[in-house]
């Protein structure tokens, strides 16, 4: 059984920092590409950031320089570094797979909902100013 867990959400104060965890299980974590993704209160899902499997991301513009994602492929676990974070940060954060491709070449798609499968369960970010 395919299981992703986000964990590591919480609340925090504008400028402050959060690092999101997905553990996944049930498949071969370093050969598919991986995606964090957030769905701010009554909007729609949108995709964050995005890495393939040689390890090389792709950011949503609003959250490059401020946002890291990262893999470690000994842990089966994704990343998300979250820094200088701001009011508009603020949604439920899902890490996703996309296991209809191996070894995946990444880019732009990653940040697209429908490029995913599996999808985990969410943790919430909560900004306050």
């Known amino acids: 059984q395919v299981l992703l867990v986000e964990s590591g959400g919480g609340s925090v104060q504008v400028g402050g920092s959060l690092r999101l965890s997905c553990a996944a299980a049930g498949y071969a974590f370093d050969l598919y590409c991986m995606g964090w993704f957030r769905q701010p209160p009554g909007k729609e899902r949108e995709g964050v950031a995005g890495?393939?499997?040689?390890?090389?991301?792709v950011y949503k513009d609003s959250v490059k320089g401020r946002f890291t994602i990262s893999r470690d492929n000994a842990k089966n676990t994704l990343y998300l570094q979250m820094n200088s974070l701001k009011p508009e940060d603020t949604a439920m954060y899902y890490c996703?797979?996309?296991?209809?491709?191996?070894?995946?070449?990444?880019?732009?798609?990653?940040?697209?909902?429908?490029?995913?499968?599996?999808w985990g369960q969410g943790t919430q970010v909560t900004v306050s100013s």
């Open positions: 890495i393939n499997t040689s390890g090389r991301p």
């Open positions: 996703a797979v996309d296991r209809t491709v191996r070894q995946c070449y990444g880019g732009a798609s990653l940040l697209i909902p429908r490029t995913f499968d599996t």
